[in-house]
């Protein structure tokens, strides 16, 4: 489902980070949001799958509409939470088996069902790319696996909650480049199925897998538009400067 945030505002004990950002992510496409550090793409992802509101001080003003659903309006934020998926930088394993922790979500949720848990867990473990390589230790500790196995474990746990959003903060930052390439192929590939979101400091990455590209700067949306007219006619001077690191 298309995603729209409509002058949003956001910030932290009155501490403006995010100044009437006007956005739409298409559904089915890479939207890809690049920006100096610092810059409130992070604060961005979190405001979207609401839980920026975890944190102390936040307040907002403006809008966020998921399809026809307005995601402020909902009076249990874990609904949006499982709609909007997270997946953070740095990989997290949570402290039980490979299996469980794709299941960690439906567990949570109610789910009793033998047969069905295993066969969601097969199931968002193919569509994480990451079957092949843990279909024969499902029962070890997911700390045994590596750095990018972990990253592609927790878009397994995310991709469990069924969700219509994947939001990913720089997934790739801590990985070596054979993880990250994997993780590029997977998010082309589930790009099919669901609105992707996603963070990168890394421009090349954006180049090669972006479908949009949204750049931001001192919490404000500079420009956005297509990959190939941002990457090789961007309009305003801020952009120009920023992607000139690649040209
Ligand atoms: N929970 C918080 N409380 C106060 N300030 C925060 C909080 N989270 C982020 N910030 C501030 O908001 C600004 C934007 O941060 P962030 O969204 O993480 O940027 P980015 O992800 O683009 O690097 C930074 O100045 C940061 O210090
Ligand atoms: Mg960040």
Same mark, same amino acid.
């Given at each position: 489902m298309a995603l729209y945030v409509k002058n949003f505002s956001a910030g932290f004990a009155g501490h403006q980070i995010l100044k009437t950002v006007t956005?739409?992510? !298409?559904?089915?496409?890479?939207?890809? /949001?690049?920006?100096?550090?610092?810059?409130? !793409?992070?604060?961005?992802?979190?405001? /979207?799958?609401?839980?920026?509101?975890?944190?102390k001080g936040f307040s907002f003003s403006g809008e966020i509409r998921l399809g026809k659903e307005n995601v402020y309006a909902n009076q249990d934020p874990s609904v949006i939470r499982r709609k909007i998926g997270l997946v953070f930088q740095t990989p997290v394993a949570l402290p039980l088996s490979i299996k469980e922790n794709v299941l960690f979500g439906p567990r949570y949720f109610g789910c009793r069902d033998k047969p069905k848990l295993a066969t969601v867990a097969e199931h968002c473990l193919q569509r994480a790319g990451l079957w092949a390589e843990v279909k024969d230790k499902l029962d070890l500790p997911a700390r045994t696996l590596s750095g990018g196995q972990k990253q592609r474990l927790a878009i397994a746990r995310a991709l469990a909650a069924e969700p219509e959003v994947l939001l990913l903060d720089e997934p790739c930052s801590s990985l070596d480049p054979a993880s990250t390439k994997l993780i590029e192929a997977l998010l082309l590939d589930l790009a099919g199925q669901l609105t992707i979101v996603l963070v990168t400091h890394n421009l090349f990455q954006a180049n090669r897998v972006a479908h949009e590209v949204i750049f931001l700067m001192d919490g404000q949306v500079i420009e956005s538009g297509s990959r190939d007219q941002m990457f090789s006619h961007p309009e305003q001077a801020e952009t120009k400067a920023f992607f000139s690191g690649l040209l």
């Open positions: 956005l739409r992510f !298409k559904k089915n496409q890479i939207n890809v /949001i690049v920006g100096p550090s610092g810059c409130g !793409k992070t604060t961005l992802l979190k405001s /979207i799958n609401r839980t920026a509101e975890m944190e």
